[in-house]
């Protein structure tokens, strides 16, 4: 706010006694510049809230505000596939809120936390008698991705409904390379 905009603030009798060089006109102006740096940032607030512009600092903020914590390395905020994807993820929060607990959505998150194609998610596993198993999907996830195994397994473990079993499966063998 510059100091014509705060002099408008000012009771009438102020505004009358306001002349160009006074101790008056130099208190607006110095108040103008205090307020500069704030309304900067103010100006660039919508920013803050862009998990595509905000700091680096912050997408872990953000992450925890859309209920992301869990898939997190630590409590420093690190996403073992990187700061893009997680900030790919909290872009992605709401639709992946709207999905969770389906297979739809569960593809979709490590779809995007890997940044790989090719994970399937399986709802219909067929048991020895080729009829469905009831409460039981298979993730299958490719190859490229096995190194990051701990995050498969806790996006997991969070996306799908509680009372179903998971049964994670690497395209290639097992993430430890010994198959």
């Known amino acids: ?10 009771p009438e009798v102020y505004r009358r006694a306001l002349v160009a060089g006074s101790p008056l006109d130099g208190i607006l ?3 103008a510049a205090q307020h500069a740096p ?4 103010l ?3 919508p920013e803050v809230f862009d998990p595509y512009l905000t700091p680096d600092r912050f997408v872990t903020y953000l992450a925890r505000w859309v209920d992301l914590l869990g898939w997190l390395e630590d409590e420093d905020g690190e996403l073992a596939t990187g700061n893009g994807r997680l900030r790919v993820l909290v872009a992605a929060s709401a639709e992946l809120a709207r999905r969770r607990g389906t297979a ?7 779809t995007l936390a890997l940044g790989v194609p090719g994970v399937e998610v399986d709802d219909l596993v067929p048991g020895p008698d080729d009829e469905p198993v009831p409460f039981l999907v298979r993730v299958t996830v490719p190859a490229e991705a096995a190194e990051h195994a701990e995050l498969v397994e806790r996006i ?13 499966v690497y395209l290639g063998g097992p ?3 010994d198959g």
Request: charged share 30%; net charge negative.
């Open 1 to 10: 706010m510059d100091a014509d905009r705060i002099a408008l603030l000012l």
């Open 29 to 31: 102006h110095v108040m």
């Open 38 to 41: 704030v309304e900067g940032v």
């Open 43 to 45: 100006h660039r607030f």
């Open 104 to 110: 739809a959505g569960l593809r979709t998150a490590l």
């Open 156 to 168: 997991v473990r969070e996306e799908k409904p509680a009372h179903v079993v998971a049964e994670v």
């Open 175 to 177: 993430p430890d390379g």
